[in-house]
């Protein structure tokens, strides 16, 4: 029997490790093996860091981060570069302007403005993160007090149908813009 869902629950004294650890793993392999889409839907975002290279363990995926910690931008433009397009769903909301400004300039720098779409949705209160094979939703928004401070839960999941799903439901996102 394989196992195809865990669900965490995060304080800030316990679960902050596996939520990192878990976030690492699941975009180091869509690195590895990049698909066509991957969704960011959080009505809070930030530049928060994804994959810890400060000791050179992760070089070989992409040798142009360098030593230091890679963060969300860096990453979903490595994967544009690689051909998937990103998906960013999250409200208009100040703090969210310093995210949407750094993924839209490293976007424009690489030249893959067309690989990048950010959807704004005021009533946004869904959060998750949809990767090739692999979805990771609940509570936590993709910011540095939902993955470190804030009390929250999330559910992985590696079950194809569930997957299939969600993405149909996140593209709705993209209806009418």
Request: proline letters at 2%; charged letters at 25%; one cysteine or more.
């Amino acid at each position: 029997m394989s196992v195809q869902y865990r669900r965490i629950f995060k304080t800030q004294t316990t679960g902050v490790a596996t939520i990192q650890e878990l976030m690492q793993t699941m975009f180091v392999a869509e690195v590895l093996q990049p698909g066509d889409d991957v969704w960011i839907v959080s009505p809070w975002i930030s530049n928060v860091v994804l994959i810890d290279n400060r000791s050179g363990n992760f070089d070989a995926l992409n040798p142009e981060w360098g030593r230091r910690e890679i963060r969300l931008a860096d990453v979903l433009v490595t994967l544009m570069s690689h051909g998937t397009r990103a998906h960013v769903v999250t409200r208009n909301e100040s703090s969210n302007d310093s995210f949407r400004t750094r993924i839209a300039d490293l976007a424009s720098e690489h030249d893959l403005e067309d690989s990048l779409t950010v959807y704004i949705h005021d009533q946004l209160h869904t959060k998750g993160i949809l990767l090739t094979r692999c979805l990771l939703m609940g509570s936590m928004n993709l910011t540095y007090n939902g993955m470190t401070i804030n009390d929250e839960w999330v559910e992985f999941s590696l079950d194809p149908i569930d997957l299939s799903r969600t993405r149909l439901e996140f593209a709705r996102y993209g209806e009418g813009q």
